[in-house]
């Protein structure tokens, strides 16, 4: 497995590998790897020939009170368990490559990003969508996984990718959840065992969700209104909880197929996110 470290190398390996005839894909992170992560590079290892890990901190996806500076680092460990999983190269440039001076040229959705996680993080999304332009632009691959825990980046990405014509599949994998149901993510491990007791209440509540709707609920209000309270009960700070199309993000007030029920909770100091996709041919429902 190649590691590499600047730009210029990077764009080279890759154009070595496509002039032998190999699809490349990218599986962009910012390290601290679990195995959320390590099913993108299953899904990467089904849709092409040699995938690449991006392992980058992104700055410019911080606003200035969030927790780059802690945010979890583990160069060594992350690189034997891309290893183990067959990953061909790793490409983690320091921040001095990636932004070697302040960039003033920046990538901006401005339609979906105005919503959700966009309002209480103004600045987020263009952060993200630089930088995954900027991963495109080193990387140069056919395909980038993404995880759909992260529901409203993969709709911003997508439509960045449609928009700006960039020739790369954009593919996406199921959220992976540890055992007792709490969505898999690198902030989990600023939980207390007690916060993450309580925020168990937001597997819970969709799930609960679920199966109202199964039984026919179709209200979003009243829908909205049990995940909020359950939330809430277990200490939980709602941001939001939202239903809505899963392209357009925008709210909806009667359920109906295809349709995203997007939470994001604070539980002590940790924001995290969910959601449950409702579709007509995964869940049997609506037909
Ligand atoms: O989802 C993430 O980990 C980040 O937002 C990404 C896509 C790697 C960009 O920094």
Redesign the pocket.
């Known amino acids: 497995m190649k590691i590499i470290k600047t730009i210029k190398e990077m764009q080279t390996y890759s154009r070595e590998m496509h002039a032998s005839g190999n699809r490349v894909a990218l599986v ?3 390290g601290d790897l679990h195995e959320g992560h390590l099913s993108l590079v299953d899904a990467a290892h089904r849709h092409a020939d040699i995938v690449v890990v991006s392992i ?1 901190i ?1 700055p410019t ?1 911080f606003a200035p009170e969030e927790d780059f500076d802690t945010y979890p680092k583990n160069l060594e460990r992350d690189c034997n368990l891309c290893k183990l999983r067959k990953v061909d190269a790793i490409f983690a440039p320091e921040a001095n490559e990636m932004y070697p001076e302040p960039i003033t040229a920046w990538v901006i959705e401005n339609s979906l990003t105005e919503v959700l996680c966009g309002k209480s993080r103004p600045t987020h999304f263009t952060g ?1 969508t630089t ?2 332009t900027k991963l495109f632009n080193a990387v140069l691959p056919e395909a980038a996984i993404f995880g759909e825990k ?1 529901f409203q ?1 993969v709709a911003v990405i997508k439509k960045m990718t449609k928009d700006l014509n960039f020739h790369i599949e954009i593919i996406t994998v199921p959220i992976v959840r540890e055992a007792d149901g709490l969505a898999m993510s690198s902030r989990n491990k600023y939980l207390t065992e007690k916060e993450h007791k309580e925020a168990l209440s937001i597997n819970i509540s969709l799930k609960a969700a679920e199966e109202a709707i199964l039984s026919g609920e179709r209200n979003s209000a009243v829908i909205i209104k049990q995940i909020t309270l359950r939330i809430s009960q277990n200490d939980g700070k709602v941001d939001y909880v939202e239903i809505m199309n899963p392209e357009t993000l925008q709210p909806i007030t009667a359920i109906e197929p295809d349709t995203v029920i997007a939470v994001a909770a604070v539980f002590g100091k940790t924001r995290l996110i969910d959601n449950l996709v409702i579709s007509s041919a995964s869940s049997g429902l609506f037909v």
């Open positions: 962009p992170t910012m980058f992104n996806q993200v930088v995954v992260d980046q």
